[in-house]
């Protein structure tokens, strides 16, 4: 029985280690798992900004002008489109929208 007693703190501790091991295991595939998936999403999202500013652009260089409302949501998109680490030729896309194509239309309210 004295064996027994002497031997209950290795076997916890063995135990303790193992459920550990299994539980940093489980951790790091959901975390792998998880960066994979959120690639994908941040992929996604910088497509579907990438997306939606070429298309407001040929619609405002087919109609020859922008509207202050359309401008303003390109920029956000593509400040957006920036922080999500977007940097093709989208850029020049937007530079000609902002500084090239006329604005035309009623401003955006402020109140």
């Not at 497509?47 to 298309?55: C, E, G, R």
């Not at 949501?73 to 020049?92: A, E, M, P, W």
């Amino acid at each position: 029985m004295d064996f027994l007693w002497q031997a209950i703190p290795a076997i916890i501790s063995t135990v303790t280690l193992g459920v550990v091991g299994f539980v940093s295991k489980k951790v790091m595939d959901f975390l792998r798992d998880f960066k994979q998936q959120h690639a994908a999403l941040m992929e996604s999202q910088r497509n579907q900004l990438k997306t939606s500013i070429v298309t407001t652009y040929e619609r405002v260089v087919a109609r020859g002008w922008i509207t202050p409302m359309e401008l303003e949501c390109v920029n956000r998109d593509f400040d957006s489109y920036k922080k999500l680490g977007g940097n093709h030729y989208v850029h020049s896309l937007v530079r000609r929208m902002n500084e090239e194509i006329p604005v035309k239309g009623e401003p955006i309210p402020t109140d």
